[in-house]
């Protein structure tokens, strides 16, 4: 079992900054791909960046490369997640995932989510 805990979200006006962290516990946090999806008041869930377990591997959704940049320490069992120049499109509740496989898509354990408003 992976416990998923996020931090780091908040308010921030447009073009601002945030890095949001999320702090793994649990089974060996090194051996999972680590992930980032957002979800927006009535819309789906939807996947923002992942990451492999040496970080060598990373993927972004178009709306956030460029902008977004996924990094990990696993020696401190943290994935973090930084933000540029956002937009308030961007505000959401933000999930840290972790999954088993690179080659997967199913994502086995989520977090409890924070909370990031871009303000216009």
């Known amino acids: 079992q992976v416990q998923l805990v996020e931090s780091g979200g908040g308010l921030v006006q447009a073009g601002g900054s945030l890095r949001l962290s999320c702090v793994a516990s649990?089974?060996?946090?090194?051996?999972?791909?680590m992930g980032w999806f957002r979800q927006a008041p009535g819309k789906e869930r939807e996947f923002v960046s992942a990451?492999?377990?040496?970080?060598?591997?990373?993927i972004y959704a178009d709306s956030v490369k460029g902008r977004f940049t996924i990094a990990r320490d696993n020696a401190k069992n943290t994935v973090y997640l930084q933000m540029n120049s956002l937009k308030p499109e961007d505000t959401a509740v933000y999930y840290c995932?972790?999954?088993?496989?690179?080659?997967?898509?199913?994502?086995?354990?989520w977090g409890q989510g924070t909370q990031v408003t871009v303000a216009s």
């Open positions: 990451i492999n377990w040496s970080g060598g591997s990373t």
């Open positions: 649990g089974r060996t946090f090194s051996s999972y791909v």
């Open positions: 995932a972790a999954r088993t496989s690179w080659a997967s898509s199913n994502w086995n354990y």
